[in-house]
């Protein structure tokens, strides 16, 4: 059965970094990262396909996070520097079951199984 855990959210300063991780018990999984701002819709801003091919990211996170896969394929890291406030937000991990894909999406609907959330808060 799929499961996918997130960990690794916390207080941060703004410019500070912090390192997200997401366990999925596949390795053929696309994984997207999605945040929750409170009075906000869920919004994704990252992907990455099963053989860490394919990445994508949301505009206002370019330059700034960097999603990566390690060589077994279950991990999935979000490395986010220079955080500013307004990145407080609970942050999700989600999966869904796509070997070989050449395809990820940011789209919330395009996956079938969520982490519990991770509180990120960057404030001074």
């Known amino acids: 059965q799929l499961q996918v855990v997130e960990s690794g959210g916390g207080l941060v300063q703004p410019g500070g970094s912090l390192r997200l991780s997401c366990v999925v018990s596949?390795?053929?999984?696309?994984v997207g990262w999605f945040r929750q701002a409170p009075g906000k819709e869920r919004e994704g801003f990252s992907c990455?396909?099963?053989?860490?091919?394919?990445?994508h990211y949301a505009d206002f996170v370019k330059g700034r996070f960097t999603i990566s896969r390690d060589g077994a394929k279950t991990t999935v890291y979000l490395q986010m520097n220079s955080l500013k406030p307004e990145d407080t937000a609970i942050y999700y991990c989600?999966?869904?079951?796509?070997?070989?894909?050449?395809?990820?999406?940011?789209?919330?609907?395009?996956?079938?199984?969520w982490g519990q959330g991770t509180q990120v808060t960057v404030s001074s």
């Open positions: 990455i396909t099963d053989r860490g091919k394919i990445i």
């Open positions: 989600a999966t869904v079951w796509r070997p070989y894909t050449h395809h990820c999406s940011l789209d919330k609907g395009s996956y079938n199984l």
């Open positions: 596949s390795t053929y999984t696309i």
